[in-house]
Protein backbone atom coordinates (compact mmCIF):
# COMPACT_ATOMS: atom_id res chain seq x y z
CA UNK A 1 0.00 0.00 0.00
CA UNK A 2 1.61 3.32 -1.11
CA UNK A 3 1.57 6.46 1.49
CA UNK A 4 -1.36 7.91 -0.83
CA UNK A 5 -3.79 5.37 -0.31
CA UNK A 6 -6.62 5.38 1.81
CA UNK A 7 -7.13 2.67 4.39
CA UNK A 8 -9.86 0.22 4.26
CA UNK A 9 -13.09 0.61 5.76
CA UNK A 10 -13.50 -1.06 8.96
CA UNK A 11 -16.19 -3.50 7.84
CA UNK A 12 -13.85 -4.62 4.53
CA UNK A 13 -10.89 -5.27 7.28
CA UNK A 14 -13.15 -7.47 9.22
CA UNK A 15 -14.39 -9.55 6.11
CA UNK A 16 -10.46 -9.52 5.38
CA UNK A 17 -9.61 -10.74 8.72
CA UNK A 18 -7.49 -8.19 9.68
CA UNK A 19 -9.93 -5.95 12.37
CA UNK A 20 -11.10 -7.74 15.56
CA UNK A 21 -14.17 -7.26 16.06
CA UNK A 22 -15.32 -9.50 18.33
CA UNK A 23 -14.49 -7.02 21.90
CA UNK A 24 -16.46 -4.33 20.22
CA UNK A 25 -19.55 -6.17 18.81
CA UNK A 26 -19.81 -7.69 22.54
CA UNK A 27 -19.61 -4.13 23.97
CA UNK A 28 -22.78 -3.66 21.92
CA UNK A 29 -24.59 -6.76 23.25
CA UNK A 30 -23.85 -6.22 26.39
CA UNK A 31 -26.69 -5.62 28.39
CA UNK A 32 -27.86 -9.20 26.65
CA UNK A 33 -24.99 -11.05 27.54
CA UNK A 34 -25.67 -9.61 31.38
CA UNK A 35 -28.87 -10.98 31.82
CA UNK A 36 -28.22 -14.73 31.28
CA UNK A 37 -25.55 -14.74 34.00
CA UNK A 38 -27.63 -14.42 37.41
CA UNK A 39 -24.37 -13.40 39.26
CA UNK A 40 -23.77 -10.69 36.54
CA UNK A 41 -27.11 -9.28 37.80
CA UNK A 42 -26.65 -9.56 41.70
CA UNK A 43 -23.41 -7.49 41.75
CA UNK A 44 -25.36 -4.89 39.17
CA UNK A 45 -27.98 -5.02 41.53
CA UNK A 46 -25.37 -4.12 44.64
CA UNK A 47 -23.45 -2.08 42.48
CA UNK A 48 -26.58 -0.24 41.50
CA UNK A 49 -28.06 0.32 45.66
CA UNK A 50 -24.38 1.40 46.33
CA UNK A 51 -24.62 4.31 43.90
CA UNK A 52 -27.74 5.26 45.10
CA UNK A 53 -27.22 5.18 48.39
CA UNK A 54 -23.96 7.07 47.53
CA UNK A 55 -25.93 9.93 45.69
CA UNK A 56 -28.92 10.02 48.22
CA UNK A 57 -27.47 8.55 51.39
CA UNK A 58 -27.10 11.90 53.06
CA UNK A 59 -30.81 12.92 52.26
CA UNK A 60 -32.09 9.44 53.79
CA UNK A 61 -29.79 9.01 56.78
CA UNK A 62 -32.02 9.19 59.57
CA UNK A 63 -29.25 11.44 62.00
CA UNK A 64 -26.50 13.60 61.71
CA UNK A 65 -23.55 11.16 61.22
CA UNK A 66 -21.47 13.19 63.89
CA UNK A 67 -24.04 14.11 66.47
CA UNK A 68 -23.14 13.07 69.35
CA UNK A 69 -25.43 11.26 72.48
CA UNK A 70 -24.05 10.32 75.67
CA UNK A 71 -27.09 8.94 76.51
CA UNK A 72 -28.02 6.96 73.57
CA UNK A 73 -24.69 5.85 73.29
CA UNK A 74 -23.76 1.43 72.55
CA UNK A 75 -27.74 0.80 71.94
CA UNK A 76 -28.74 -2.63 70.19
CA UNK A 77 -30.38 -2.14 66.65
CA UNK A 78 -34.15 -0.86 67.47
CA UNK A 79 -36.60 0.73 65.30
CA UNK A 80 -35.30 4.23 66.47
CA UNK A 81 -31.93 3.02 65.35
CA UNK A 82 -31.66 0.00 62.72
CA UNK A 83 -28.21 -0.35 63.26
CA UNK A 84 -27.70 0.70 66.50
CA UNK A 85 -25.09 3.56 68.19
CA UNK A 86 -21.79 3.50 68.69
CA UNK A 87 -19.79 4.09 71.88
CA UNK A 88 -20.26 7.97 70.98
CA UNK A 89 -23.99 7.59 70.59
CA UNK A 90 -23.96 8.29 66.95
CA UNK A 91 -26.28 6.40 64.58
CA UNK A 92 -24.35 3.77 63.11
CA UNK A 93 -27.10 3.38 60.22
CA UNK A 94 -26.60 6.70 58.93
CA UNK A 95 -22.47 6.98 58.97
CA UNK A 96 -23.04 3.59 57.27
CA UNK A 97 -24.84 5.83 54.62
CA UNK A 98 -22.49 8.70 54.55
CA UNK A 99 -19.30 5.71 54.75
CA UNK A 100 -21.07 4.95 51.11
CA UNK A 101 -20.11 7.90 49.91
CA UNK A 102 -16.22 8.31 50.80
CA UNK A 103 -15.81 4.79 49.89
CA UNK A 104 -17.11 5.16 46.26
CA UNK A 105 -15.69 8.61 45.36
CA UNK A 106 -12.26 7.65 46.77
CA UNK A 107 -12.70 4.52 44.85
CA UNK A 108 -13.63 5.76 41.57
CA UNK A 109 -11.43 8.27 41.77
CA UNK A 110 -8.43 6.20 42.47
CA UNK A 111 -8.78 3.73 40.03
CA UNK A 112 -9.38 7.04 37.87
CA UNK A 113 -5.90 7.86 38.03
CA UNK A 114 -4.47 4.30 37.86
CA UNK A 115 -6.45 3.47 34.94
CA UNK A 116 -5.13 6.89 33.37
CA UNK A 117 -1.69 6.17 33.76
CA UNK A 118 -1.50 2.42 33.24
CA UNK A 119 -3.04 2.59 29.94
CA UNK A 120 -1.16 5.44 28.76
CA UNK A 121 2.13 3.81 29.84
CA UNK A 122 0.80 -0.11 28.84
CA UNK A 123 -0.42 1.73 25.43
CA UNK A 124 3.02 3.30 24.75
CA UNK A 125 5.03 0.46 26.12
CA UNK A 126 3.45 -2.03 24.17
CA UNK A 127 3.37 0.22 20.82
CA UNK A 128 6.89 1.26 20.62
CA UNK A 129 8.79 -1.79 22.08
CA UNK A 130 11.96 -1.65 22.72
CA UNK A 131 13.99 0.32 25.39
CA UNK A 132 10.54 1.96 26.05
CA UNK A 133 9.21 -1.04 26.62
CA UNK A 134 11.78 -2.17 28.43
CA UNK A 135 12.12 0.69 30.91
CA UNK A 136 8.71 1.37 31.65
CA UNK A 137 7.90 -2.25 32.29
CA UNK A 138 10.76 -3.02 34.56
CA UNK A 139 9.28 0.25 36.64
CA UNK A 140 6.15 -1.38 36.86
CA UNK A 141 7.87 -4.49 38.17
CA UNK A 142 9.60 -2.30 40.90
CA UNK A 143 5.79 -1.74 41.94
CA UNK A 144 4.72 -5.25 41.49
CA UNK A 145 7.44 -6.19 44.07
CA UNK A 146 5.85 -4.53 46.82
CA UNK A 147 2.01 -5.70 48.40
CA UNK A 148 -0.12 -3.51 47.12
CA UNK A 149 -1.63 -2.31 50.61
CA UNK A 150 2.34 -2.33 51.63
CA UNK A 151 2.99 0.04 49.03
CA UNK A 152 0.02 2.15 50.06
CA UNK A 153 1.07 2.57 53.16
CA UNK A 154 4.47 3.44 52.27
CA UNK A 155 2.99 6.44 50.14
CA UNK A 156 0.72 7.47 52.54
CA UNK A 157 3.40 7.54 55.49
CA UNK A 158 5.23 10.32 53.29
CA UNK A 159 2.27 11.89 51.59
CA UNK A 160 0.56 12.01 55.23
CA UNK A 161 -3.10 10.57 56.19
CA UNK A 162 -5.95 12.62 54.01
CA UNK A 163 -8.60 11.09 51.60
CA UNK A 164 -6.81 13.07 49.18
CA UNK A 165 -3.60 11.30 49.92
CA UNK A 166 -5.41 7.98 50.10
CA UNK A 167 -6.59 8.26 45.91
CA UNK A 168 -3.57 9.34 44.92
CA UNK A 169 -1.88 5.94 46.48
CA UNK A 170 -4.13 3.61 45.52
CA UNK A 171 -4.20 5.08 41.88
CA UNK A 172 -0.09 4.39 41.95
CA UNK A 173 -0.66 1.35 43.64
CA UNK A 174 -3.18 -0.55 40.86
CA UNK A 175 -1.38 1.77 38.34
CA UNK A 176 1.10 -1.35 37.18
CA UNK A 177 -1.91 -3.35 36.91
CA UNK A 178 -3.61 -1.73 33.91
CA UNK A 179 -0.37 -1.02 32.31
CA UNK A 180 0.29 -5.06 32.09
CA UNK A 181 -3.23 -5.59 30.68
CA UNK A 182 -3.35 -2.35 28.42
CA UNK A 183 0.56 -3.76 27.19
CA UNK A 184 -0.30 -7.42 25.95
CA UNK A 185 -3.37 -5.94 24.58
CA UNK A 186 -1.67 -3.81 22.45
CA UNK A 187 1.08 -6.12 21.84
CA UNK A 188 -1.62 -8.57 19.90
CA UNK A 189 -3.44 -5.78 18.22
CA UNK A 190 -0.23 -3.91 16.91
CA UNK A 191 0.69 -6.74 14.54
CA UNK A 192 -2.95 -6.69 12.84
CA UNK A 193 -3.69 -5.94 9.27
CA UNK A 194 -5.68 -2.28 10.04
CA UNK A 195 -3.10 -1.07 11.90
CA UNK A 196 -0.13 -2.36 9.67
CA UNK A 197 -2.11 -0.57 6.61
CA UNK A 198 -2.89 2.68 8.64
CA UNK A 199 1.24 3.14 9.24
CA UNK A 200 1.61 2.19 5.89
CA UNK A 201 -0.53 5.16 4.75
CA UNK A 202 1.49 7.35 6.87
CA UNK A 203 -0.36 7.61 9.76
CA UNK A 204 1.08 9.24 12.78
CA UNK A 205 2.21 6.73 16.19
CA UNK A 206 -0.45 8.69 18.72
CA UNK A 207 -3.15 8.62 15.33
CA UNK A 208 -2.67 4.76 15.39
CA UNK A 209 -2.74 4.18 18.89
CA UNK A 210 -6.24 6.42 19.55
CA UNK A 211 -8.22 5.59 16.27
CA UNK A 212 -7.05 1.83 15.62
CA UNK A 213 -5.36 0.27 18.43
CA UNK A 214 -7.11 1.76 22.14
CA UNK A 215 -10.74 1.03 20.72
CA UNK A 216 -9.69 -3.04 20.18
CA UNK A 217 -8.33 -3.09 24.07
CA UNK A 218 -10.99 -1.21 25.53
CA UNK A 219 -12.76 -4.43 26.56
CA UNK A 220 -9.86 -5.80 28.97
CA UNK A 221 -9.50 -1.60 30.70
CA UNK A 222 -13.45 -2.14 31.29
CA UNK A 223 -13.45 -5.32 33.01
CA UNK A 224 -9.99 -4.43 34.52
CA UNK A 225 -11.65 -1.31 36.42
CA UNK A 226 -14.36 -2.65 37.69
CA UNK A 227 -12.56 -5.50 39.55
CA UNK A 228 -10.09 -2.66 40.77
CA UNK A 229 -13.08 -0.58 41.97
CA UNK A 230 -14.16 -3.17 44.48
CA UNK A 231 -10.02 -3.49 45.07
CA UNK A 232 -9.72 -0.13 46.15
CA UNK A 233 -12.51 -0.32 48.22
CA UNK A 234 -11.34 -2.59 50.17
CA UNK A 235 -7.94 -1.29 50.47
CA UNK A 236 -9.33 2.23 51.18
CA UNK A 237 -10.85 0.44 54.75
CA UNK A 238 -7.78 -1.09 54.91
CA UNK A 239 -6.06 2.28 55.21
CA UNK A 240 -8.70 3.89 56.94
CA UNK A 241 -8.75 1.08 59.56
CA UNK A 242 -4.70 1.55 60.40
CA UNK A 243 -5.75 5.67 60.61
CA UNK A 244 -4.20 6.48 57.01
CA UNK A 245 -7.24 7.40 55.28
CA UNK A 246 -10.13 9.06 56.26
CA UNK A 247 -9.74 11.27 59.21
CA UNK A 248 -12.58 11.67 61.82
CA UNK A 249 -14.83 12.15 62.07
CA UNK A 250 -16.27 11.87 58.96
CA UNK A 251 -17.55 8.13 58.39
CA UNK A 252 -15.87 5.78 56.69
CA UNK A 253 -16.52 2.26 57.16
CA UNK A 254 -13.29 1.14 57.40
CA UNK A 255 -12.73 3.55 60.50
CA UNK A 256 -15.90 1.96 61.81
CA UNK A 257 -14.28 -1.33 61.57
CA UNK A 258 -11.15 0.04 63.53
CA UNK A 259 -14.03 2.00 66.04
CA UNK A 260 -16.05 -0.81 66.77
CA UNK A 261 -13.04 -3.94 67.56
CA UNK A 262 -12.69 -2.57 70.78
CA UNK A 263 -16.62 -3.55 71.89
CA UNK A 264 -17.06 -6.50 69.75
CA UNK A 265 -18.76 -8.13 72.66
CA UNK A 266 -20.39 -5.69 74.70
CA UNK A 267 -21.77 -3.72 71.25
CA UNK A 268 -21.02 -5.95 68.27
CA UNK A 269 -22.97 -4.12 65.56
CA UNK A 270 -20.64 -1.23 65.84
CA UNK A 271 -18.62 -3.86 63.50
CA UNK A 272 -20.88 -5.86 61.71
CA UNK A 273 -22.72 -3.32 59.71
CA UNK A 274 -19.55 -1.70 58.46
CA UNK A 275 -18.50 -4.64 57.72
CA UNK A 276 -21.28 -6.01 55.86
CA UNK A 277 -21.12 -3.04 54.04
CA UNK A 278 -17.39 -4.11 52.98
CA UNK A 279 -18.51 -7.35 51.93
CA UNK A 280 -21.58 -7.16 49.77
CA UNK A 281 -20.23 -3.60 48.08
CA UNK A 282 -16.61 -5.56 47.33
CA UNK A 283 -18.76 -9.06 46.04
CA UNK A 284 -21.06 -7.06 43.61
CA UNK A 285 -18.25 -5.20 42.12
CA UNK A 286 -16.48 -8.51 41.46
CA UNK A 287 -19.33 -10.63 40.59
CA UNK A 288 -20.21 -7.80 37.82
CA UNK A 289 -16.26 -7.80 36.84
CA UNK A 290 -15.94 -11.55 36.18
CA UNK A 291 -19.58 -10.95 34.43
CA UNK A 292 -17.71 -8.63 32.48
CA UNK A 293 -15.31 -10.89 31.71
CA UNK A 294 -17.20 -13.68 30.82
CA UNK A 295 -19.48 -11.39 28.77
CA UNK A 296 -16.60 -9.60 26.47
CA UNK A 297 -13.85 -12.48 25.99
CA UNK A 298 -13.75 -15.61 28.62
CA UNK A 299 -10.32 -16.05 27.19
CA UNK A 300 -9.58 -12.62 29.67
CA UNK A 301 -10.27 -14.95 32.78
CA UNK A 302 -6.50 -16.38 32.92
CA UNK A 303 -4.84 -12.59 32.55
CA UNK A 304 -7.61 -11.41 35.20
CA UNK A 305 -6.51 -13.75 37.95
CA UNK A 306 -3.01 -13.57 37.26
CA UNK A 307 -3.22 -9.34 37.79
CA UNK A 308 -5.20 -9.66 40.93
CA UNK A 309 -2.50 -12.36 42.31
CA UNK A 310 -0.21 -10.12 41.23
CA UNK A 311 -1.94 -6.84 42.81
Given at each position: ???G???????R?????????????????????L???K???IG???????????????????????????????????????????????D?????L???R???????????????????????????????D??????????F??????????????????????????G???????????????????????????????????R??A????????A????ET?????????A?????????????????W??????????????P?????P??????????????????????????KG?????????
Amino acid sequence: MTAGSTIPAPGRLREAGGLSSGPLERLGDLWGVLRRSKLALIGLAIVGVLVVLAIVGPTVAPYDPNDLNVRQRSLPPSLNHPFGTDDRGRDVLSRVLYGARVSLQVAVIAVGISATLGVLLGAVSGYLGGWVDELIMRFTDILFAFPGILLAIAIMGVLGPSVTNAMIALGIVYTPIFARITRGSVLVIRSEVFVEAARSSGAAAPRIVARHVMPNVVAPIIVETTLSLAFAILAEAALSFLGLGTPPPAPSWGRMLSEGRSFIQDAPWMGIFPGLAIVLTVMGFNFLGDGLRDALDPRLKGVFDSAKDRG
